[in-house]
């Protein structure tokens, strides 16, 4: 196998800066720019111990693709001989180790050993000399047995050191500020603020460590662990990554990850190796216990476990650590892979249940999601389910659980606040419905399997609202072709009617239709009457379009229905909606593979003539409508040329967005007069726009300013 380069440099006006690249929710696919190269996140950096080096950091760099590792600098420092060897080599030949090199400052040893006997300034300007990458200042660590006054002290000492830590830190070296605060969720959100906030000649930290938390994962304190995490997330600024200090136990990742850690930290692969354990994605393995691998990785192929026993006890550890650390990489690399096909939360379920421990934190987070309470962890988890892509292509496995994954949250939010009861009916007269129609008993495609029902019921009397039951439950028919609904999998029984009057009324009120009289029905295969069956596909066609542009692009109805006057459709051999015009001229088209819309840049234009709402600006707050038009994102003059002719809105050329722009969903980019610059897909979200200096932010789909170029 051919070695791995060395790292190139980033450019130095990068230094620091986060990008976020692909995000499922909370979680995403970042990359750190730093001296020694970029990091992708979600990553674990391995601990080094510089006097016992279980895994060499040069093998570490070439054969298992680690970016960036994480040392001691009080270690260093302690040590004569380290200490010269680092000031006068720098730490990367002392390490050998080509990528960026973090260093802890010494604070894990006050809380071990009880004190340490170097100074908050000298040990940051220890790390700089060293050339450390991203060095850590010395916070005070917080012990969940603290008392409240001694943990509000340790959030005070760690705030009161932050700027002078920076000021030492200088330039070069970008810096991790450490939030502490215990298990009370309101100083862990104070520390947040106040270490967000630090800054000193323009600079504040680059990465925002949580600290004081191994105790909590000695103990297996789950519970506690992630409410500290969700209540740091509240006030944390969202362009800088966020580390589990210590946490390294790939059963905690993809927990850990759905709710938006980006850096794992630990010795925990050598560790456990010297002890005879294994690690897997679910629990450690004791070598003693069994007969075979568990899991297989490159470093035990060709090995048994019996063989792996009676090695001698070095070469022993050696292995086992490098198993351990190919389990720790290719289960990050699940989870990258999982944010990539927005499967992160699907993941963290099913490794839910890796432990009773951690089930009871999975599941105290899904009531949180349920039912978020008012306080920062409250703050969270609201803005995890506004940043989560509602729309999945694919598959949804149906399951207990399917109602808590943030995106079906999502959906069914929208679907609550955004829909409306048509205004008008197929045969054009208008006034409130006279019944709603349930149609049950049949899966999807629902336009196949219940259409002609639905078109009989309907010229029967026009005034109908027709819903579908699903086992998540019931949904108007203009969003049949809407996932997670139309993609939900699981065996043919799911789709038996299976709800009450009761239930249903329930959801219907929701709906604001619980008053009017309801008929359920399970369609019948052969429906006679269908010489009123163009007409009423027509307007079944618009209201689906309508309602589409209602849920997914915050349009009011009234303009979803200006914007279809005369609609007129094209349609695949499947009967599928392909491209929906308005006055001959396309406008958009409906999404095969999640139901949402692509718009056209005619419909963009349209989208944007009739959003009547100020242009955003950040700093101002948003619009408190349930319609508040086409999110939009204005973009800088500077910008304006380049994204009129279709490259992407990048981060630092954006001056406002709408607070209701959703990843994932259309948007379209004005420039500070309100005209139309392009349309596309946004990354990030509002608040992340706000932050944010690189990377994409807008994937823009069509320039509006092309035919001029
Ligand atoms: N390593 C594990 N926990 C901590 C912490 O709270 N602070 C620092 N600096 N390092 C740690």
Known sequence: MAARNDPEPCREQYWGLFEITHRDGAARIGRLHSKHGAITTPMLLPVINPNLRTIEPREMWEKFGIEALITNS????????????????????????????????????????????????????????????????????????????????????????????????????????????????????????????????????????????????????????????????????????????????????????????????????????????????????????????????????????????????????????????????????????????????????????ASPYLRDAFLWVQEQLDDPDDGPVGDSVLRMIASTNPLRGGGEGFGDEIESRPHILHIQALLATRWRVPGSWWDSTTGPPERVLLIEGVPPPWRISALGSVIEHLVEEPRTVVMISTPIGPIPFSIEDVSPWCHLTGPRGIWDPIFDDQEILEVLEEFGISDVPLIRAIPRDEVEDQTKAAEVRAWLDRCSVVDKLALLCAINPSDGCKMTEGMTSRKSRTDRLVNVNSGGKHILSPRLTDGGVSLTTHGASIANCLNHFPVPEFGTSGEDSDFPGIPRVCIIDDAVPFVGKGRNVMHGYISGADSHLTPGQPCIVIDSTGALIAHGIPITTHLEMSYLRKGVAVKVREGALKQDS
């Open 74 to 353: 009080y270690v260093i420092w302690k040590h004569e001989d380290l200490r010269t060897t680092a000031l006068s080599d720098g730490i990367h030949s002392l390490l050998d180790f080509p990528g960026a090199v973090v260093t802890d400052s010494g604070t894990f040893q006050s809380y071990v050993y009880g004190d340490v006997e170097v100074g908050p300034e000298e040990i940051v300007t220890f790390q700089r000399d060293m050339g450390v990458d991203i060095g850590t200042m010395l916070d005070v660590f917080g012990r969940p047995d603290m008392s409240r006054e001694e943990l509000e002290g340790a959030v005070e000492e760690t705030a009161d050191r932050a700027e002078p830590s920076l000021a030492v830190a200088g330039s070069e070296m970008l810096l991790n500020g450490p939030i502490q605060g215990g298990t009370h969720a309101d100083l862990r959100a104070q520390s947040s603020l106040l270490m967000g906030s630090s800054e000193s000649e323009g600079r504040g930290f680059a990465v925002h460590p949580i600290g004081g938390i191994v105790p909590l994962m000695e103990q297996q304190r789950y519970r506690e662990l992630f409410e500290i995490l969700l209540a740091s997330k509240s006030n944390l600024p969202p362009d800088r990554p966020v580390h589990f200090f210590g946490c390294g136990h790939p059963m905690l990742f993809p927990m850990a990850i759905a709710l938006g850690v980006d850096l794992f930290d630990s010795a925990a692969y050598a560790i456990f190796a010297r002890d005879d354990r294994l690690l897997t994605p679910e629990g450690t393995v004791k070598l003693g216990d069994i007969q075979e691998w568990p899991f297989n990785s490159h470093a035990l192929f060709g090995t048994t476990p019996q063989g792996v026993r009676e090695m001698e006890r070095d070469e022993r550890s050696v292995i086992l650590a490098k198993h351990n650390l190919e389990v720790t990489q290719s289960e990050l690399a699940r989870c990258r892979e999982s944010i990539r096909n927005g499967t992160i939360w699907e993941l963290a379920e099913k490794r839910s249940h």
